[in-house]
């Protein structure tokens, strides 16, 4: 069965922090996302990578940076975070055969305190 | 831009009774569609999707979903809802053809005994 798993289903730390988010996915999928989920905005997406060491922004990368230097690893990567990167982070990926859907981790709660 | 919308925020369902969550896309062309399920704590998890053909589909725990193209619509039905129902709904099309989402703003279902 697809599996992306995400290190951390928690976390805190700290304003002013450099924070990682790990994402990896075993489906040898070409395609992952990162996603930011807040409560009536539904899922923004904030990077894409399409390959390894291949990069796109999303709709909201500011603050935000993006590592992927293995297939089935794609790291999120706040650079200084800030109080309003508060959120849930959500890792995808999938296939780029067709339009098939994307598989998501079970989420990452960050808390910027 | 493609863009998606669920009107309700929150829906409350007797247990048993029918269901239906309304999903409005804009896309010029036909889009690709999915309705994904997000369980408190949970990452997302796919119910169902549309590419072409019959405009009825089938998903998984028992959900189905009409295309509608002349309302631009996307509705996702259950003719008996459970306990285990409760949960947030998204609906997502693939915008552009480009292997990214536009995911609506979702809607939270409650189910009462």
């Known amino acids: 069965d697809v599996k992306v798993t995400q290190s951390s289903r928690y976390l805190v730390k700290r304003t002013g922090e450099k924070v990682f988010l790990e994402c990896v996915q075993d489906?040898?999928?070409?395609?992952m996302f990162w996603y930011r989920q807040d409560p009536g905005l539904g899922l923004r997406l904030i990077y894409f990578s399409y390959d390894v060491k291949m990069k796109e922004k999303g709709d909201i990368p500011e603050g935000y940076s993006v590592s992927r230097e293995k297939k089935e690893r794609f790291s999120l990567i706040l650079e200084s975070a800030s109080t309003n990167q508060t959120s849930m982070y959500l890792c995808?990926?999938?296939?780029?055969?067709?339009?098939?859907?994307?598989?998501f981790g079970d989420g990452t709660r960050l808390s910027i305190l | 831009a493609q863009s998606v919308t669920q009107p309700d925020i929150h829906i409350t369902v007797s247990e048993g009774a029918s269901l239906e969550l309304r999903c409005n896309y804009s896309?010029?062309?036909?889009?690709?569609l999915f309705w994904y399920v997000q369980s408190p704590g949970q990452g997302l998890q796919l119910l169902l999707k549309y590419f072409s053909g019959d405009t009825l589909v089938q998903g998984i725990k028992g959900f189905e979903a009409e295309f509608k193209r002349s309302q631009s619509s996307f509705n996702l039905r259950k003719p008996s809802v459970h306990w285990s129902d409760a949960a947030e709904y998204f609906c997502a099309v693939d915008r552009s053809n480009d292997y990214k989402l536009s995911f609506g703003a979702g809607t939270t279902v409650t189910v009462r005994a």
């Open positions: 896309y010029g062309a036909t889009p690709y």
């Open positions: 489906m040898d999928h070409e395609n």
């Open positions: 995808a990926s999938s296939t780029r055969q067709g339009h098939q859907p994307q598989h």
